[in-house]
């Protein structure tokens, strides 16, 4: 139960994010909640809260609202993720588990060569 | 003393020979699993001996083995003044023990806590610019073919639309069932105490040796998960296009002792039967657990 409840609350904030990256503005609570017509306003202000939480969202008070703006675009993020991932060579890197290491040019030749003769 | 002596011995024989042709050796590729049973065995027993030593110099008049020695430091440390016996070489034994001991553990937990808040910061990213198409799969907007397992409680499989886009099915199954294989066999955990001596005691070989090696002997153990599901040529195909497909920097080439990828082409390329494993590992186990047993109760 609880964790279908999580897992429904992470959809929702990716939701809340996809629609703070779409556009260049800051947007209120109430601006965000349009887009989300089956759930309510207190919902969508958890959401925000929680993602203010994280670190992914910065929130301002615009006249008597909070509004609320990504900290960094999407592909900022994603960018961030795939360094971590690439970088095979910094122990930063040890949390995760690559399918394969990247090789260089080099390396991809001997290999394609090697690969060649074998199947001839 | 001589069995401190000897301990010492045995433990810079696991360390220094055995390891290198464990390492050198052609048959735990082979035999993976085999191999890193053995590695864990050959830890343990330097372990053990490294503490054994410096045990059997707590007591080594009272008694001369270090089992003898455990059993006379129990009851003197709960006498009613522990420890009062011990003399200089005593003391400095139960301390190098000690220290041995507290160190494997401090270093295994210290990396352990900093992984988890590593992937947990990944996974909490992941969670947001992620696409979960089902099970534990995410899909990520990436340009680069690229796939890699985040261990850890909810751990995810993330695969690049680069890599969806640009393999075939069935090579994208093999790389997930790969990948599956590590989430399954719980390989974080199997490698997290060589990644830590790896990490941590650089400038021994030993730990080089095993940390690199246990690496490399885990990818092969998913790659053979990978084929019993999948099939050899979807693997193999899959690996082969990450070669051809990939245009990194360089920067990003240079990984810990280079790539392996070759030679998990070259593995998947020449047929070997994946049997038998089972025994092999059983036997060098058991052998080397024996040695373990032997370093406690007969000094």
């Known amino acids: 139960m609880k964790r279908g409840r999580m897992g429904q609350m ?9 629609k703070l990256w779409a556009t260049d503005e800051a947007l209120s609570v109430r601006q965000i909640a349009e887009g ?20 992914f969202v910065t929130r301002r008070l615009e006249g008597r609202s909070h509004v609320y703006r990504p900290r960094a675009s999407q592909e900022e993020y994603v960018a961030h993720l795939m360094d971590v991932a690439l970088d095979g060579s910094s122990d930063r890197a040890a949390a995760l588990v690559r399918f394969a290491n990247v090789v260089d040019d080099d390396e991809a ?11 001839k | ?49 490294l503490v054994g030593a410096g045990l ?18 129990m009851s003197s440390l709960s006498g009613p003044r522990p420890l009062a016996h011990l003399d200089f070489v005593g003391a400095v034994g139960l301390s190098i023990a000690f220290n041995v001991l507290a160190a494997s553990f401090v270093i295994v937990l210290l990396t352990a806590l900093r992984l988890r808040s590593e992937r947990a910061h990944h996974r909490r990213i992941l969670a947001v610019v992620g696409q979960h198409v089902e099970g534990r799969t995410v899909l990520v907007e990436y340009p680069e073919p690229l796939a890699y397992f985040v261990p850890g409680h909810g751990g995810r ?17 093999a790389v997930l069932a790969h990948e599956e294989g590590h989430r399954r066999g719980h390989h974080s955990s199997l490698v997290l105490p060589f990644h830590s001596l790896g990490v941590h005691f650089r400038w021994l070989p030993f730990a080089r040796h095993a940390s690199g090696c246990v690496a490399e002997l885990i990818e092969f153990v998913a790659d053979d998960r990978a084929i019993q599901t999948s099939g050899r040529e979807s693997l193999l195909r899959a690996l082969l296009a990450m070669v ?7 920067s990003c080439a240079l990984g810990v002792g280079g790539s392996k990828i070759g030679d998990r082409i070259e593995r998947l390329s020449s047929p070997t039967p994946v ?5 092999t590992s059983q036997l060098g186990v058991l052998g080397i657990a024996a040695l373990c047993a032997g370093v406690l109760w007969c000094g």
């Open chain 1, 10 to 18: 992470g959809d929702l904030e990716r939701a809340v994010m996809n």
């Open chain 2, 244 to 250: 051809t497909t990939t245009t990194a920097a360089p």
């Open chain 2, 56 to 73: 059997s110099l707590t007591s080594e008049s009272a008694a001369p083995t270090a089992s003898g020695a455990i059993g006379s430091l």
């Open chain 2, 275 to 279: 049997r038998h494993w089972q025994l």
């Open chain 2, 157 to 173: 499989i993330v695969m690049s639309t680069g890599m969806t886009q640009s393999f075939d099915i069935d090579e994208v199954a």
């Open chain 1, 109 to 119: 030749a001997i290999l394609r060569a090697a690969l060649r003769r074998r199947s």
């Open chain 2, 1 to 49: 003393m001589i069995t401190a002596v000897a301990l010492t011995g045995l433990a810079l024989l696991a360390a220094g020979p055995a390891s290198s042709s464990l390492a050198h050796g052609d048959w735990t590729r082979r035999y993976p699993r085999a191999g890193v049973a053995t590695w864990f065995s050959l830890a343990i027993l330097i372990l053990t001996s």
């Open chain 1, 36 to 55: 989300f017509p089956d759930h309510a306003y207190t919902t969508i202000l958890t959401v925000c809260d929680r993602l203010t939480k994280k670190n």
